[in-house]
């Protein structure tokens, strides 16, 4: 992603209200042209009404949404030239494929000729048939639904797109399959996009940048790395994948070790970071023993009891050694991997104390 891309849209100080109710505290997005951005966050956090005020189906109470640097706070809706596909799709279920996509056209009262061109154009690049053109939208499955609500909003030549949780209601292999299509399609059309979801694996691996929601603020705004590996904020450490709080008798016990961390803080370590029987001398030996373990074929997840915690560790599967049920183990903690956080900050600033 170059430094260099314009900026497509620019939060300034938004806040949101909902009769007494503060839904977004100053929020400050910027949005890269062609850039794939996305919003995460738990349910109520308020990631879909950041949306849906860049959108202009809310207007802020305070701040301003900016596109291209021009001022569209309040600009209505269809004259922002943004495109949206909602979670529901909200397709016309008794019109064909083709009459959905062609919809938007036809209020712009283009010609018969140009519509049918334009909406063969963009059927072909979504990966929609002719002979799916000619069907009902009831008669699609999930996954072909969700390709005719894209096309929907890309044949309109948005220069921005708005995703609200597209992939939520389909099923898991096919959610991981679109996800791909999604990003390639986005890739390919080059669009700037913004993205609503809960799944941090959706997120991580879709995005150039992400930015975390957590109460109608925003904790972290980075790239997958860097919210991944780098946590800013103990939410964000928690929310991200998976990971081990580690107990006050680990963190005494690094710190006897000579890690330079405080007791009072909290600590973690992500599971891929802890490790089985290996020793390289920079790294803290604590005795365990495997409790039970997950099979996933590319890797082995461990749980492990330690230190009167448990411990879980991702090995990597090299179809040579694996651990069983109630053998004892060592496991190994490089003090550089961890991610400390002072006790309360969370809440802290959340709250504004």
């Known amino acids: 992603m170059s430094e260099n891309r314009k900026i497509m849209i620019d939060l300034k100080d938004i806040v949101v209200r909902f009769g007494d109710f503060e839904a977004l ?15 995460l966050g738990p349910s109520g956090c308020g990631k879909t009404t950041t949306l849906r005020t860049i959108t202009g189906f809310i207007e802020p109470a305070s701040g301003n949404v900016y596109m291209d640097g021009r001022d569209i706070t309040n600009v209505p809706i269809e004259k922002r030239n943004i495109g949206i596909v909602f979670q529901s799709y909200a397709l016309f279920p008794t019109m064909t494929v083709y009459d959905n996509i062609a919809f938007g056209l036809k209020v712009k009262k283009m010609s018969k000729a140009q519509i049918r ?10 990966d929609l048939s002719q002979d799916q053109l000619k069907k009902a939208v009831g008669q699609l499955s999930g996954g072909q639904q969700q390709r005719v609500a894209i096309a929907r909003a890309l044949v309109m030549k948005p220069a921005i797109i708005c ?9 898991a292999k096919l959610r991981v399959q679109l996800r791909n299509e999604l990003k390639k399609m986005q890739k390919d059309f080059g669009i700037t996009t913004i993205y609503v979801t809960h799944d941090q694996e959706e997120a ?12 109608g ?12 590996n780098f946590s800013q904020t103990e939410f964000v450490c928690n929310f991200i994948g998976d990971i081990n709080r580690l107990n006050d008798e680990i963190v005494r016990r690094l710190i006897d070790f000579g890690a330079p961390v405080s007791p009072a803080d909290h600590h973690y370590v992500r599971l891929e970071r802890v490790h089985v029987n290996e020793q390289d001398g920079q790294t803290l030996l604590l005795d365990g023993v495997v409790t039970s373990r997950e099979y996933y074929g590319l890797y ?16 990597r599967n090299d179809g040579v050694r694996i651990y069983e049920p109630d053998e004892k183990v060592k496991i190994s903690i490089n003090p550089h991997d ?13 709250t504004g104390v």
């Open 204 to 215: 991580l691996t879709l995005s150039d940048r992400i930015a975390v929601f957590n109460k």
């Open 163 to 171: 995703l609200d949780e597209p992939l939520s209601n389909l099923d």
């Open 117 to 126: 061109e334009q909406v063969y154009e963009i059927a072909e690049k979504v």
């Open 300 to 315: 082995i997840k461990y749980y492990i009891d330690c230190c009167g915690q448990t411990i879980k560790v991702i090995e």
């Open 338 to 350: 961890l991610m400390s956080y002072p006790a309360g900050a969370d809440e802290a600033a959340v």
């Open 217 to 228: 603020y925003i904790e972290q705004i980075g790239n997958p790395n860097e919210v991944y």
């Open 25 to 39: 505290h100053n929020i400050n997005v910027q949005v890269k042209e062609g850039e794939f951005f996305t919003f």
